[in-house]
């Protein structure tokens, strides 16, 4: 199980691009931390996810 | 009246907050990345802290679609918004010491730019410009404090709007999913908020006071 944003889910073996396409975002618009480090955007297809990772999508929205 | 002496306005400062406090508010600099409704809203509420060294940028102008939300003035219409507010914040804080970059910030100039200040306020308005200030600081200069804001445009109730720490150098405030494009765009007293929310972040990690 993986910790996003705070709830458990079974995304284990996932990568950080397909996690976030899944969830309908665009990876132009956020910050994704793991276990506390920030996943460079270029890693995000690379970034496979393990059991008991935390990862922190953060979304941004437009506004200022 | 003559204003008051560079002494007269730190004691000020020092019976509200307290010398501690105070010596750090005064010892600190920051940089405010963007002078709109977040930025200038920020900037304003540091330097009337006290911070002792704000470092502002943007590269626009003072539009008059501005004024419902940004702290300019219509006879500052057409001035760079780096020169309008260290105006209006050299009223507010006459000893602070502003550096003021007219500049567009980008992933090849930020390192430089932003070298000086421990602590970082994004307060951009496009979300991927967000996005792209936030993964530059946390991937080149991970020693920063960087605090942010998403989600804050419309009249829903301001009770949404929070402080969240990320990680622990990270911090974003807004509610996270009010975009400018959806609904009737920044009011004012919400945008208001919302850089309250980024600029109490910023003192209480100046203060040493580093949970949300």
Redesign the interface.
Known sequence: MVKINGEMLAKDGMNVADVLAEMNINPQNVAVELNEEIVPKASYGSTVLSDGDVLEVVRFVGGG | MPIPTREEMYRALEERHGKELQRKFAAASVAVC?L????SNIAIALARAGVGNLHIIDFDCVDISNLNRQQYFPEQLGMPKTQALSDTLSRIAPYCNITADCVKLTEENIPELLRNEAVICE??????Q??ML??CV??KM?EKYLV??????GLSTANTIVTKK???R?Y?C?D??????DGI??VSSR?MVCAAHEANAVLRIIAGETEA
């Open positions: 963007g709109g409704g977040l930025g307060a951009f308005d496009k979300a991927c967000k996005a936030v993964n946390l991937e991970p942010s804001g998403s989600g804050m445009a990320i990680t622990k990270f974003v807004g996270g999913v009010s975009d400018v494009s765009g920044l945008v």
